[in-house]
């Protein structure tokens, strides 16, 4: 874990960054822990999993590659709005009792909680964001109501090519493995993401989570349940 401090913003914002790979299930759940969450490995066999992390008082950037079926339950960062954007297109998993694929954009509800169940190959970029920093990025997006931009669906089913880019945008900005960094200095994650973001969002019409139910998937739930 590294720390450091950048000058080019005021109040100068702390910067933290984490990247783990995880070889065994025990390690993600100890971990998970301290980040108020819960894995719960549904499936057999050896477990491969890594975890990048770059945390500022106001914008969260995570990226979670898991290659086993696995139960995630737990809390997202207080006081921020939350945002899951698959890495991959392949990308599968249940999430709030609905199937869901990889050109799914999930939106969290406020106060809500982390409820997804993810299928081997899971490959997730996790965003969450200030109330402020939301606001100053509805306002370079152009969009005209932000809460109901933000409140009419909690999954917006992308468009392949705006999702390819927005894809590309993530990589330039934040290096292109779950090793997150730095690429473009904080307006990066501060003005343009969030920005590029709330574009994909507007310019995207809701859904209700269309990913088709497999037999895999009908196997996950009942597991669940």
């Keep these: 874990m590294t720390a450091r401090t950048i ?14 790979d995880f070889t065994e299930f025990e390690e993600l759940q100890e ?21 990048g992390l770059l945390v500022t008082p106001e914008v969260h950037v995570g990226r979670v590659r898991l290659e086993r ?14 945002f899951a954007v698959p890495a991959d297109p392949t990308t599968r998993l249940f999430w709030r009792g609905r199937p869901v694929g990889g050109r799914e954009v999930l939106v ?14 899971f490959d997730m970029y996790v965003l969450s964001f200030s109330e402020e920093v939301l606001r100053r990025a509805g306002e370079a997006a152009s969009v ?14 992308a468009g392949p090519i705006p999702l390819g880019e927005f894809r590309r945008d993530l990589a330039t900005w934040l290096g292109g493995g779950a090793s ?35 037999c895999m998937d009908r196997a996950i739930r009942s597991v669940r349940e």
């Design 7 to 20: 000058k080019n913003r005021q109040p100068e914002p702390s910067i933290r960054t984490t990247h783990v």
């Design 144 to 157: 005209a109501d932000l809460d109901r931009l933000l409140d009419a669906s909690d999954v917006v089913r």
């Design 69 to 82: 079926c696995t139960e995630q339950t737990g809390a997202p960062p207080s006081g921020l709005r939350t």
């Design 108 to 121: 969290y509800p406020r106060d809500s909680e982390i409820d997804a169940i993810s299928q081997p190959g």
């Design 180 to 214: 997150l960094g730095l690429r473009q200095g904080l307006q990066g994650i501060f003005e343009d993401l969030p920005a590029s973001l709330l574009r994909l969002l507007a310019d995207t019409p809701s859904t209700d989570g269309s990913a088709s139910v497999t």
């Design 31 to 51: 971990s998970a822990r301290r980040w108020d969450l819960d894995f719960r490995q549904l499936d057999a066999g050896p477990f491969c999993g890594e975890v």
